[in-house]
């Protein structure tokens, strides 16, 4: 009985922390600490099959422990080097814009730590002893963040949504002259599948097209893509174009006042691309948007870098709360120098 109390335990901690997920992600799940919530209650559960199946055999669970501590190990390994080699890519497909460099600077910080560890075990020195540990330490909570942020966002990219929606809302993303890019292109033929279920159903939303006119684009962004959809046999009468926004905050703001115009009890789909689902639904949420944020399907290589730029966006917006925790785990590492 002894050695399954730890278990028990672990369970019990794992199923309270599922309940607290339950009862956050049925109020909204448009929000990003669901995801803490999901990561801790799979934490639990990891820890307590570990202690279950060490009741069981020992061997076994030394060689699963085994198993993931190489695992990891080879992961911390091989990921600068993808990234490196992905922001190699970025830069020979997408140019030298500073969003296409992320993963190449992600790839060279981690890197540069590395090195920066093995260059501090050598030398010995105390300061340098206590900067490193500060440096991974901070290190690794913004990883157990991004850990979190990173698995919600596959989640909530997944969830299906069934309830019926009055509105299908596709965020704009640049145009060439007056074409639709191949990254546009994706969300608009996400949103014409979203139509289509829709209408398989009976239903007969409208599709906002969200986007003004910027720098280098011969028409709105609105413009071109209704004109996209239209010509793939979206009724013209069923496209609405909000052509004023320049941000993605003013494409929710701007299309949920033609919404609630038109139906104030609207409820709404808001299409973007995958890498982005997560901060739209926060923005979405922000706006005072009755609905859900799916995602279309992302060019591989352009997802390390973009997903990348999402997270810092989001550390941005919550700077204070992760600059202070930050401060804390510098100021505890200090201690041992006073």
Known sequence: MTGVLPAVIAFAIAAVWLLIFARSFRRDRRLLRNGFYLAITLAF???????ALGNISREATAALVIFGVLAVMLAVLALP???????????RREGRRPANLLSLAAGLLMIGLFVFSVLVTWLNWEPLVVLNSIATAVFGYLTVVFFCFLLYSIVYGRIPHRQAVDFIVVLGSGLRGSRVPPLLASRLDRAHKAYDVEESRGRRPTVITSGGQGPGEDVPEAVAMADYLIARQIPADRVLREDKSTTTTENLTFSREIMAELRPDYRCLVVTNNFHVMRAALMARKAGVNGQVIGAPTARYFWPSATIREFVAILVEHKWIHLTICA??????VLPLL
């Open 45 to 51: 559960t990891g820890i307590g099959v570990l202690v």
């Open 81 to 91: 080097l993808l990234l490196v080699a992905n922001g190699v890519q970025m830069l």
């Open 328 to 333: 804390l785990i510098a100021a505890l590492g």
